[in-house]
């Protein structure tokens, strides 16, 4: 129908529910129930919260990521307040693609992967691009960079996950090259 349309206060959603959410129902705001939570006896990483605060030690709480957040960051983090959501299609099954045109410009390429091995974007513009990955296993692992010629470019995945690829903004005033 051409709408935007919001999932709010969504206790159970992951990575696999934003995509379907994103690609389906063309979601412009999604989030769980709330960003954070001490723990407490019975509640667990499945209650809704990115993050759960942890004082056995009241003077150093601890602050842990979720499980499901995990995928969560590989969006969040990267495809920006205003971004336009473009096409991205797979040719395997086991891949869910999903990309985005920053306001800035950039563009951001996420891929929900049921299985681990190589595969390759194409169709992103020239420039410099980052690949930063979650599995079970490892949280956040950033990749080298790579500079795209606008043919394509690829990625090793270790196991099931999700891989995000960023295209650096092309007058970063961050400090970072």
Known sequence: ?????A???HLTGDGEELYDDL????????????IATR????????????????????????????????????????????AQRIDAQANR???KPVAFRNRD?????????????????????????????TTDQEIGRELPPVMGDGNAI?????????VTFYQKALFAHDGHE
């Open 1 to 5: 129908m051409g709408i935007s349309t």
């Open 7 to 9: 999932m709010l206060e």
């Open 23 to 34: 690609t389906r129902a063309n979601v412009s705001a999604w989030q769980q129930y709330a």
């Open 39 to 82: 723990t407490v006896a019975g509640r667990s990483d499945k209650d809704g919260y990115y993050y759960v605060v942890e004082f056995k030690d009241s003077a150093a709480p601890v602050l842990r990521m979720t499980k499901r957040t995990r995928s969560l960051a590989q969006y969040f983090r990267y495809v920006r307040l205003g």
């Open 93 to 95: 099954s086991e891949l």
């Open 105 to 133: 410009g950039t563009y951001v390429v996420v891929v929900q992967a049921a299985n681990a091995g190589i595969f390759t974007v194409r169709g992103l513009p020239p420039g410099k691009y980052c690949i930063r990955y």
């Open 154 to 162: 690829s990625a090793q995945l270790p196991a099931a996950g999700t």
